[in-house]
């Protein structure tokens, strides 16, 4: 409400303009704008006059042309209401014509007629003046009513094509301004302008300028009406005086009985074209007159023209076809309304997506087959400082509905504090129900009536549920004020909101805050989320538009829209006085290019500004960048605003304007030569200077080719972006900072350094590495060394594993270190170590980076990035190195290196059984890190305790909540994406999947494959595709998902041939893939000598990945026995290979591992014909899979056991299994399931 009273202050009244019977017009300072506006009012407000002038500014609010006056505010405070409008300097229409100001009104109907003469016969020629005996001549500037005409026709003809009708068309309405603009006012602003039945059964509006239907009251009016007001106006301009004249009931007869007079009967020198022009505008019957579009063409209006900058383009969605899905969504959420329960469906898009068109689509069917249902809509405008704007328009809507119940049903809606209803909205003291409602309690607080009004509008929407189907629709969400947000939240609250279904749609930019709002409302909530329409469902839109016989230019309009209604439509008026062959080889650039070119070149010019920005821009620095007098610009931004070239978040001056949509700022852009851009951004960067923050003027002063400033500013908007924990952005800043020329070798090489720095921690290491190498060059030699360090670390941790080693060998050498040659060696070396960790024990002596040296530093860090490189790619020389690292910590004595050593060798021990180890260590890295102030200490921290409940516990879902609280961490205080929150985001996965949470594991693994592969990170694009083609399985086929394996593990290939943990995770869902197809044996050729090379890199040492190997291996061998014949030597042999693999499962490793043990033993039997012992096995094995959370082998469990038992027990248990999978959204769950645990071949 406070924003609302400031918006009096905002404006300051210079002097009174007019006044009509209604509302008195003034001339005002917009303080916020700095510019003059006219100001409109009502003089002896009351409800009715304040719900008129509302009702009359929403609906022409959206329309801009240059032919209609723009309107700007609509503020309602109290009892007062007023909008401001565009302040014309010109005169009136009748002033311009005849070069003289008509003071009396009079005048205009005193003049004698002289009649034709008798006896004149003949018709002049086309343009031609009629010549009579009588020696008045026209009183008319001829050349200035053909300059006038056609821009009065343009104006109305947008009117019509907006669906309004002025319905005064008269000359005091339509004013002419200095520079030759004729615009059109008061188009039915104001209420006994309008046509409608008064209480008296009076006809309001102006008799002499009404068509003869109108003076009849016809309530279906069309835009003829308006066409005979112009054909009159035309008469008096040319004549001096009305066709019909006397008092209004003589008129109003005349009218409908006679025909109107020739202004060439009546004066001389009339052209011809314009007399007759007159005479058909002012036909009895509507279907005579000409309608705008031929109106159009006979003053020489070609299509293009005014299809393009003069044609009104209204600011909502149009045009519907598809969207059946999304229709369901919403007609399912009426249902909770048929028990009583309120119902919320938010629907949510971007611009022109088409929001508007579905809801409006679900109205009119509802419409159509609920005769009982209220269908009330709202809106909000951000030109409106209106209490409750959202609100404002329905509760309008609701006092019409209510006005017209009979008295009885009137009474039956009243709450009990009726009263109280007319405080959040006047209008409704309308309604005589509520304007006699009896005051049924005092309440002097402000507070507490407000909470009592809610309270009596919750009650009045409780009675109208009760008794209609109500929908409440509220658009344009993104502009929802406070005082609606408040509202809402208490009339949706528990308990008992009322059974109504509030429908509230938003873009997606800025509909969080109406996301957050939903969630609090206690109702059944639907969200829908609006995408690209349907190739067919453009193609009908588009057909609808351009006809069936255009079929092939409406597909191509189709593909060039790529599935916006707003961009389709705009294409299809743009072919509208076109032909095919003008606009081939046009796109959709080029046509809001040109459509933004015909605005004009002011226009065109602050679209590019806007566009050139980048981001939203105040109104003020708009107008300081472009020059534009004040109130030049508001007027263009209204036009461009209409013509959906910008959008803005209000009207004051620190409001912002922006394109849009993102398609409209590439199509100004891509029209703008390198020169005129540059000087756009050195305009901008200029007005910047002293107030833009650094990332702007960075932006600008780059984009107008100054390197120099550009790269001062680049570099601070780097430091802020690294400080915000946005490393994406803070690499790109200092990628552009190192292009300045200012730079010492000294400077450059460090800026170079946070440069890889911001790229490592953004997730793109390979880059980093690139970097930290150009950085090292020509540096001293430990500088050399410690940035040599990190490339190796960031090739390592990108998966370029060659690369990364050989550079870490070079590394290691300048520090006096060596790496194991093989697998096998690193562990020997990496035993031989940890027995010396055991004698030493971990105590160490604290000490400060300020004693430690630079070389002694490089020698610990070096150790650890090679272990982290190494931890999902060579097990046992990474954790040689991790065990180094630890040792060299201790050493060191630096507690943060220490605490991160400790964290490192306990992951490795829960990795390989050691237990009790890990756990101690644990409990040591817990005290540690409660010593540390460093950031990122809590999300190691949280990183190791999923790491022991994942390893040493097998409580996956524990362990999936600390990795997601760590990786939230990482994200919120540390901010890295690098190679921590990658391998933690997997581990991630890997509990997802013993979880069984295959729908959750399908949305992220391919999200996470796509974006590491965008950011060349090839470790953790190539694990993702190696280790979760299951993740895939939703939306592709084996064939594909298995070529993906092959090709990331065609980029994965190591130097010397070695096998890593990709190479186990790809054969054993190729042998997975295997299953899926149902054809095992497929795979079994090539499992000998990949096993043989697994074992020689020992990557099935660890206990996990020798489960999974050896798992896998036994399902594999028991599907082969399933598909060989019975009693066959395949099947025998196929049996004893699933037993071999059985007995190598490590036993007492794992806790989890026993039960996994009886699942498999289970299996077997089943495969072995032994159903009594399968079922067994599967009974004892169910419990405590699920206790240990391995719920996906638990379930499929479940299947094999229900299948064999049969009967109600078996059906009850494959129907909990067959839920699970459908809330998963598993697409083959047989096949599946057989993948998990191979059945017969017939299954």
């Not at 000359?171 to 409608?196: C, Y």
């Not at 009675?463 to 509220?474: E, K, Y």
Request: neutral net charge; aromatic residues 6%.
């Amino acid at each position: 409400m406070q924003e609302v009273a400031s918006s009096i202050d905002r404006y300051q009244v210079v002097r009174r303009i007019g006044a009509g019977g209604m509302g008195v017009v003034y001339e005002a300072d917009d303080v916020e704008r700095g510019q003059k506006v006219a100001l409109k009012t009502i003089s002896n407000p009351d409800v009715e006059k304040i719900y008129q002038l509302k009702r009359e500014f929403r609906a022409l609010a959206d329309l801009s042309h240059p032919n209609l006056v723009a309107l700007y505010d609509l503020v309602v405070v109290a009892d007062s209401c007023f909008f401001t409008m565009e302040l014309l300097d010109g005169v009136d229409l009748l002033t311009y014509l005849w070069g003289r100001k008509v003071e009396d009104p009079a005048e205009l109907v005193t003049t004698t007629l002289t009649p034709m003469p008798p006896g004149f016969e003949g018709a002049p020629g086309e343009g031609e003046s009629i010549t009579l005996t009588s020696p008045q001549p026209t009183p008319c500037d001829i050349d200035r009513l053909r300059h006038a005409l056609p821009q009065l026709a343009r104006g109305l003809h947008a009117l019509h094509s907006a669906g309004k009708i002025h319905r005064d068309v008269k000359p005091s309405n339509i004013q002419v301004t200095s520079d030759g603009r004729v615009v059109l006012l008061d188009f039915g602003l104001v209420a006994e302008l309008e046509r409608r039945q008064g209480a008296d059964g009076m006809i309001v509006g102006t008799v002499a300028y009404m068509a003869p239907e109108q003076c009849a009251g016809d309530v279906q009016l069309s835009a003829a009406a308006d066409w005979y007001g112009l054909g009159v106006v035309v008469f008096q301009a040319l004549t001096g005086r009305l066709p019909f004249e006397g008092v209004p009931t003589r008129v109003l007869f005349e009218k409908q009985t006679e025909p109107a007079p020739r202004p060439s009967r009546l004066v001389q020198h009339v052209p011809r074209d314009l007399d007759d022009l007159c005479a058909e505008l002012l036909e009895r019957e509507p279907a005579d007159r000409p309608t705008g579009a031929q109106l159009l063409h006979r003053l020489g209006v070609a299509d293009t023209d005014r299809m393009a900058a003069p044609m009104v383009t209204v600011s909502r969605e149009g045009g519907f076809a598809g969207r059946t899905a999304e229709l369901a969504t919403l007609e399912a959420a009426l249902e909770p309304l048929a028990v009583k329960r309120a119902s919320v469906a938010l629907v949510r898009a971007p611009s022109g997506m088409g929001k508007t068109a579905l809801v409006t689509r679900f109205l009119e069917r509802l419409r159509s087959t609920n005769p009982n249902a209220l269908l009330l809509h709202g809106r909000c405008l951000d030109r409106e400082d209106v209490p409750y704007k959202a609100m404002d328009p329905l509760i309008d809507e609701l006092s019409d509905w209510w006005l017209g119940l009979a008295p009885k049903q009137a009474q039956a809606l009243l709450p009990r504090d009726a009263y109280l209803l007319p405080t959040l909205f006047p209008v409704l003291d309308r309604v005589p129900a509520i304007a006699d409602a009896p005051r049924t309690r005092v309440v002097a607080d402000p507070q507490a009536r407000r909470t009592h009004a809610f309270g009596a509008l919750r009650e009045t929407l409780q009675r109208l549920g009760d008794r209609h189907t109500v929908v409440l629709f509220l658009d344009d969400m993104q502009w929802v004020d406070r005082d609606t947000t408040a509202l809402l939240a208490d009339l949706m609250r528990a308990p008992d909101p009322p059974p109504v279904l509030l429908v509230l749609a938003t873009r997606s930019e800025g509909g969080a805050p109406v996301v957050d709002l939903v969630r609090r409302m206690d109702a059944a909530q639907r969200l829908i989320d609006l995408g690209p329409l349907s190739v067919d469902a453009a193609t009908a839109i588009a057909v609808s538009h351009l006809g069936e016989d255009n079929r092939e230019t409406a597909e191509q309009l189709v593909r060039e829209a790529d599935g916006s209604p707003l961009f389709l439509i705009e294409l299809a008026r743009y072919l509208h006085g076109r032909s095919v062959a003008d606009v081939a080889g046009k796109g959709l650039d080029a046509m809001l290019a040109e459509r933004i070119g015909g605005l004009g070149e002011t226009a065109r010019a602050i679209a590019e500004i806007v566009a050139v920005a980048g981001e939203p821009m105040t109104r003020s620095a708009l107008g300081a960048i472009s020059a534009v007098p004040p109130a030049e610009l508001s007027r263009q931004l209204s036009l461009l605003r209409a013509q959906r070239v910008v959008r803005m978040s209000g009207s004051r001056a620190e409001d912002t304007i922006e394109p849009y949509h993102a398609r409209v700022r590439s199509a100004v852009l891509n029209q703008l030569d390198n020169e005129h851009r540059a000087r756009h951004h050195r305009a901008l960067a200029i007005a910047l200077s002293g107030k833009g923050s650094a990332e702007q003027l960075a932006r600008h002063w780059y984009g107008a080719g100054d390197l120099e400033h550009a790269a001062g500013h680049a570099r601070r908007a780097g430091d802020e972006a690294r400080a915000k924990l946005d490393f994406d952005l803070s690499s790109r800043w200092y990628a552009i900072a190192l292009e300045g020329p200012q730079w010492t070798d000294a400077e450059r090489r460090a800026l170079r350094t946070q440069l890889a720095d911001a790229l490592a921690d953004a997730g793109r290491p390979r880059e980093a590495a690139e970097q930290f190498l150009v950085a090292a060059s020509g540096a001293d030699a430990a500088t050399t060394l410690e940035l040599r360090r990190r490339a190796a670390g960031s090739l390592l941790q990108s998966g370029y594993v060659a690369e990364g080693l050989e550079l870490t060998r070079t590394v290691l050498a300048g520090v006096g270190l060596t790496m194991a040659r093989t697998p096998l060696r690193g562990l020997i070396a990496m035993v031989v170590r940890r027995a010396w960790l055991r004698i030493r024990g971990l105590g160490f002596r604290p000490r400060s980076l300020a004693e430690i040296s630079q070389a002694e530093l490089t020698r610990v860090d070096v150790c650890e990035g090679v272990s982290f490189g190494l931890a999902l790619v060579d097990t046992f020389r990474s954790m040689d190195f991790g065990t180094r690292f630890l040792l060299s910590a201790l050493r060191l004595g630096e507690r943060w290196r220490v605490s991160r050593a400790i964290a490192l060798e306990t992951d490795f021990l829960a990795a390989t059984a050691k237990s009790a180890r890990a756990v101690r260590l644990l409990d040591r890295l817990e005290q540690l890190t409660a010593t540390l102030d460093e950031v990122p200490a809590h999300a190691q921290l949280l990183t190791t305790r999923g790491f022991v409940d994942f390893f040493v516990h097998a409580r996956f879902r524990r362990a999936l909540g600390h990795f997601s609280e760590a990786i939230a961490s990482y994200r919120a205080v540390v901010g890295r994406a690098g190679f921590e929150l990658d391998t933690v985001s997997m581990f991630c996965c890997w509990a997802l999947y013993y979880l069984g949470e295959i729908g959750e594991l399908s949305r992220r693994v391919p999200a996470m494959a796509e974006a590491a592969a965008r950011n060349g990170n090839r470790y953790t694009a190539v694990t993702l595709r190696c280790a979760f083609p299951i993740a895939w399985l939703a939306r592709f086929e084996p064939d594909a998902i298995e070529a993906e394996i092959d090709a990331a593990l065609g980029s994965w290939s190591s130097s010397d041939g070695s096998y890593q943990l990709q190479h186990l995770f790809a054969l054993a869902w190729r042998l997975g893939l295997s299953l899926y197809r149902r054809r095992p044996e497929d795979l079994t050729p090539r499992i000998a000598a990949e096993c043989k090379r697994i074992r020689r890199s020992l990557v099935d040492r660890p206990p996990m990945q020798g489960v999974v190997l050896q798992s896998t291996l036994l399902r594999h061998a028991v599907a082969c026995a399933r598909h060989a014949p019975p009693g066959s030597s395949r099947r025998r042999e196929a049996l004893a290979e699933a037993r071999g693999h059985l007995r190598r499962f490590p036993r007492r490793s794992l806790p989890v591992i026993a039960y996994v043990s009886q699942l498999f033993d289970g299996l077997i039997a089943d495969a072995d014909g032994r159903p009594e012992e399968a079922i067994a096995r599967y009974r004892a094995a169910i419990p405590g899979l699920d206790r240990h959370d391995t719920h996906l082998y638990a379930n499929a469990a479940r299947d094999r056991l229900g299948r064999l038992i049969g009967g109600d027990e078996g059906a009850a248990l494959r129907a909990g299994v067959r839920a699970w999978l459908d809330r998963e959204s598993v697409r083959e769950p047989d096949t599946i399931l057989d993948m998990l645990l191979p059945g017969p071949p017939s299954v």
